[in-house]
């Protein structure tokens, strides 16, 4: 649940480039999914294709980016039993502050992980 060792340069390079464009937009959701007590562990699913999992925020043809970015949170995860019932005190353990932190779930072809990236100072 922490950030992998293995998230080589060509996913760092990329997440880190749409970021920059995304960060404002996810970080509001964040907020409106804490806010509105759907959750305290919003989760951000991003991928290069469609996903079955949350609402897609950002779709890649809208904003110009690499990836298309959905808003979930954990009961989903733990209701598709993506985090098992006997891992969710764990992911809470590992879950970095939201107001500081976005946890992304990447899935790509050859990795699958969360990742948690700080938002930019303002």
């Not at 005190?89 to 699958?112: G, H, M, Q, R, S």
Request: proline share 6%; glycine share 4%.
């Amino acid at each position: 649940m922490n950030n992998d060792p293995e998230l080589n340069g060509k996913y760092l390079g990329s997440i880190t480039q749409d970021f920059v464009v995304v960060s404002d937009t996810l970080k509001e959701a964040s907020y409106q999914i804490r806010k509105r007590k759907f959750s305290d562990h919003p989760i951000f699913p991003i991928s290069k294709f469609e996903l079955p999992i949350g609402q897609l925020l950002i779709a890649k043809e809208d904003l110009a980016t690499n990836w298309n970015y959905n808003a979930s949170f954990l009961d989903e995860f733990t209701q598709r039993e993506i985090i098992g019932e006997e891992k969710v005190e764990d992911f809470k353990a590992n879950y970095k502050d939201p107001d500081e932190f976005c946890c992304l779930f990447v899935i790509d072809n050859e990795f699958t992980n969360f990742v948690f990236i700080p938002y930019p100072e303002d």
